[in-house]
């Protein structure tokens, strides 16, 4: 155990102790918590946002922001249901709709990369766009009436454990292999940490931008599939919660606003916590809107911890060079 916290840094003790404390705390007043079925839920849960934020946090590394993502999720739900119920195959449809979120996420990088229009006024705009065509497509209404075989996406089990979960592992261990041990990965943190430096350091910049910006929306399109899946439905506003818990999540697990520092370990936990904060006062019955507020105290609490841990750090480190 000791080897283990040894090579943990601050942020993800941090977290292991956010993460403990609440499984503690919510194994000892709900005693549902820990039954098998409702961590298989936990598990469920935490999939589509997981999947999102990966895309979030790699946006965020660059130094940049995408607040399309949740619009991302329902313009493709949207696309799936339209395209299957005008008679295509599933399947096809379900690839069209990605395809058509990889060419939105290539718009939203070439505005930021190449047009270099603030990120956040960026995605804002192109936001707005992708709810306006989800919601045109959709005419406002829900769809459903999906195949068997598409649910099992988003509802089926293998030895009992969810199938997205397989998918999300499956993400993870490539964004974790790209961005560690890839030079796109080690490209996108030397971005993060400073334009200039990049460039002289001979990184394409705008292609750098523009491959991430692309990435994020084909992972918030995979992760509108999943939603479609589970709730059997396509609606404009599927995951619309999605873009600003994902940041939360993102920001949770260590990755900094300003870019060039975070770790895809790091996001999945903070993912994780999320879920089983989200499964906990779910189980208590406690009401959206109070749900929304101990959500945000927790996040300020984390937050505000880190960045005075950081400042003693800082502190120390001063102190020790003036002896």
């Known amino acids: 155990m000791k080897k283990i916290t040894k090579n943990l840094d601050g942020n993800d003790r941090l977290l292991l102790i956010v993460f403990l404390g609440l499984t503690i705390f919510l194994t000892v007043t709900t005693p549902e918590f820990l039954a098998f079925g ?3 839920r936990i598990l469920q849960q935490m999939c589509e946002l997981g999947i999102v934020s990966l895309g979030i946090m790699l946006v965020i590394l660059t130094g940049g922001f995408d607040m399309s993502s949740s619009a991302m999720i329902g313009m493709t739900s949207v696309m799936v249901g339209v395209l299957f119920k005008g008679g295509l195959n599933i399947w096809a449809s379900v690839l069209i709709s990605l395809a058509a979120a990889l060419l939105a996420g290539f718009f939203n990088g070439w505005l930021v990369g ?7 006024l960026a995605t804002l ?23 068997e075989g598409f649910l099992m996406l988003g509802q ?3 030895a009992g ?29 030397l971005l993060g940490s400073g334009p200039v430096g990049s460039r002289f350091a001979g990184i394409n910049v705008k292609k750098t931008i523009i491959l991430c910006y692309a990435s994020a ?20 506003d599927a995951g619309a919660s999605y873009m600003f818990e994902g940041v939360a999540a993102v920001m949770l697990g260590g990755t900094d606003l300003a870019g060039g520092s975070g770790k895809v370990s790091g996001t999945i936990i903070g993912v994780l916590v ?7 006062l779910n189980l208590n019955k406690i009401s959206s809107l109070k749900r929304q507020m101990l959500i945000g105290i927790v996040l300020l609490a984390v937050l505000l911890i880190r960045q005075f841990s950081g400042k003693l750090k800082e502190r120390r480190m001063i102190s020790g060079q003036n002896k």
Request: overall charge positive; proline content about 3%; hydrophobic content about 55%.
């Open 125 to 147: 705009g192109t936001m707005t766009l992708y709810q306006g065509i989800a919601l045109a497509l959709s005419k406002g209404d829900a769809i459903s009436g999906f195949p």
């Open 38 to 40: 409702n961590l298989m």
């Open 156 to 158: 089926g089990y293998l």
């Open 114 to 120: 190449e047009l270099k229009i603030a990120p956040m």
């Open 217 to 236: 929306a084909l992972l918030a399109g995979l992760s509108g599939v999943v939603v479609t899946s589970r709730l059997a439905t396509a609606r404009a």
């Open 161 to 189: 454990i969810p199938l997205q979960l397989f998918l999300l592992a499956g993400l993870v261990i490539l964004m974790s292999v790209v961005m560690n041990k890839g030079r796109f990965g080690r490209k996108v943190y």
């Open 274 to 280: 999320f879920a089983i904060l989200g499964n906990g």
